[in-house]
């Protein structure tokens, strides 16, 4: 099929560190067994990260945190210190001239961005079957990478897992999503709202002409081929107009990398056979959500399957390619080719979009963020709402679809009764109805209360309010505090409530009518009502985290979500840094190697801590660490602070994991989020020296 030139007229194998690793089930005695062969493996070459599997978070309980909705006090982080001064060097031959040489190599370290001030494509993130925005900004700036290619790497953390944990992957819903309003030229923004209006794109006209403007995705859902490409879709211009859109979710979070458009084939009822034109898995950007993409192409039209002139997608089919499509599963990736799922015409009655999972697990910040490009994300996590009780829990919906009151307009956190009722167990085995926020209701095991929606927009509100922009991705979660873990487990269903009542708000995907719609077109239809049974991961979260764990894997950007561990091959020193540039410009120098890349960097809510780098010259050494009495110690034994080299967590908050402080017996230091290499290290003469700051470890390093 070519691209639409005008719009048709519309009538009528395996880690993780959430499941349990056998290789960690032995018992002490093997454990110390393995440990000992370890150390003698050791002995003779640089220390390596292990498989090392931790189930367990590096903490949770604790009380209410100062940083809750009610008293939130965000933290001042430092910017990034200036470039290195010259240090003394060690007096040892064959020393001198590698530190030397390792110090030409020393970049400055960069200014951290941090929000709100962070250069985003916040205002061209899509709805949640990706509808760009057509007030797109510029794509991120060079040293942090093109949103394409920031949307490609290779980086997955504590994404979700839905259904059993072994099971293998599925596709759980690739419905048709919404026709003919993705790539409108000449729109960019509301002056040129007519075009959205006639290529058949939902508007929400009192929001025309204000001042201050309302962010252009609330008044509508139409974009331009600029903005499709600038929220990560293509690495080159869009040339398609007019395209149609079509959600895919999985029950595995999906290799990024991987993403791309020949993975693909959309098997029409006409019998024609089409590969979208685009893919990605914007808007569902942030590294715990990586379940779902996004194709935009041409799929059909607007009439319902009775029509005899309709077209739609009846079949979404992964396949083959030079470059499979992969999953990330607790046994390690997995080739998805063959995959399959049948698909629905939107313009069916009441056949807009539905849950297709949801799932009760302990409230957690770890992973919910985005990279850099992808601003409208950032500090919208429900720790960042409604704080850090460890009495709170995280029920998230997982859509196929987006959800709108009018294909438009996004949540609001305080809009539970709008759309949700929950189903839970009473004390005596009667069924017990949630309907309202922050109301507690007598369940069994105790007491339930929805505190709200969270993963919508930064922060609980905006002024003026039509102001606030969610991300309009394919998650929301319902924070719920639960007296005990069995009142938290009493919840057994969501329930959409049937629409037809009039009682509850209908819920739209990214094609519905706005709140003008234009008599003579069709619109997408609101959902049926629905009751989604829920699944719980009390115990263990069913999460997979990943990283590539080559440099030949990543763009040269800085300011990543990883960081890479690097070793110098003379002096021994041990260096970290966020940036994949930094890091590729010291391997090519031929003193230094890649280790690894360990665990996740650069979250960017109000909870994150400065990761200072200080270092000393004449010992070659260089430390990390959030810890402040760790700091103060350095610095009065002569470390020079260098300022931040990335952001991490001085804290144990649930889901994160602890990154040790080493120091070897020459008195140089190294981290380590292994506990088997700590414990290698330890018995090779390294002492441990506490906890540097927490983050999340990628088990396949």
Partial sequence: MSSKSVPPFRVAHWWTASVPNPATSFGRASAWAIALGWAGLLASVPPLASADDSAGSAGSART??????????????????????????????????????????????????????????????????AS??????????????????????????????????WHKPQILAANYGFEGISGIPGLFSENEINLAIDAGAGVVGQLVGLDPAAPFRNITTGNSP???????????????????????????????????????????????????????????????????????????????????????????????????????????????????????DPYDPYSGPTLVGAKLSRLSLAGDYPPVGFGVSVANHGVEYYGTDPKLYRLRLFTGGGFSPNGVSGFEPQDFAKY??????????????????????????????????ADLGTGLSADPEYAYSEDHDNQFDVVVWASS??????????????????AYSPIYNPGG??????????????????????????????????????????????????????????????????????????????????????????????????????????????VYTANAHQIAQLEGAGYVNEGTAFTAYDEPLRGLDPVWQMVSPRGQHTVTASRLERLCLMLRGWRPRGVAFYTVRFPNS
């Fill in 226 to 344: 600029a903005g499709i490409e600038s929220a990560g879709f293509s690495d080159t211009t869009v040339t398609h107009t007019f395209m149609d859109a079509m959600p895919i979710e999985f029950s595995y979070p999906v290799l990024p990398s991987t993403v791309l458009p020949d993975n693909f084939r959309i098997h029409l009822n006409t019998g024609e056979v089409v590969t979208p034109f685009y893919v990605a898995q914007n808007p569902n950007d942030e590294f715990n959500e990586r379940q779902t993409i996004v194709a935009f192409g041409n799929f059909g039209n607007r009439l319902p399957t009775d029509d005899p002139g309709a077209v739609y997608p009846v079949l979404f089919e992964v396949v083959a390619s030079s470059t499979p499509l992969q999953l990330i599963t607790p046994r390690g990736l997995v080739d998805g080719t063959g995959l399959s799922k049948t698909s629905s």
């Fill in 485 to 502: 873990p069995l009142a938290a487990r009493s919840i057994r269903d969501v329930v959409i409530p049937e629409p037809k009542t009039g």
């Fill in 420 to 453: 949700f009722q929950l189903n839970a167990i009473g004390p005596w085995g009667r069924s017990v109805t949630v309907t309202q926020a922050d109301v507690k209701y007598r369940v069994l095991g105790g007491y339930i209360e929805v505190k709200g929606i």
């Fill in 64 to 129: 209410v945190s100062a940083h809750s909705a009610a008293a939130s006090t965000q933290r001042a982080p430092t910017s990034r210190g200036p470039a290195r001064q010259s240090a003394a060097d060690s007096g040892v031959a064959g020393i001198k001239t590698a530190s030397q040489a390792a110090q030409e190599l020393r970049s400055p370290l960069r200014a951290r961005v941090v929000p709100p001030a962070r250069t985003t494509a916040s205002s061209i993130v899509p709805t949640a079957t």
């Fill in 513 to 622: 009518p706005g709140t003008e719609p234009v008599p003579g077109y069709r619109y997408t239809t609101p959902s049926p009502g629905q009751t989604m049974p829920v699944e719980y991961a009390l115990h263990n979260p069913k999460t997979v985290s990943w990283a590539a764990q080559s440099l030949a894997d990543y763009d040269q950007a800085d300011d990543l979500a990883v960081a890479f561990r690097l070793k110098n091959t003379t002096t021994r020193e041990w260096r970290l840094t966020s940036s994949s540039a930094d890091a590729t410009a010291l391997v090519d120098s031929g003193q230094w190697e890649l280790v690894d890349v360990p665990f996740a960097t650069n979250a960017n809510d109000s909870y994150v801590a400065d990761v200072v780098q200080l270092h000393n010259g004449s010992r070659n050494d260089t």
């Fill in 132 to 165: 760009a925005s057509a007030s797109a900004t510029a794509a991120a700036t060079t040293d942090q990478g093109s949103n394409y290619d920031q949307l490609h790497r290779d980086i997955v953390i504590r994404a979700d897992i839905y259904g059993s944990a």
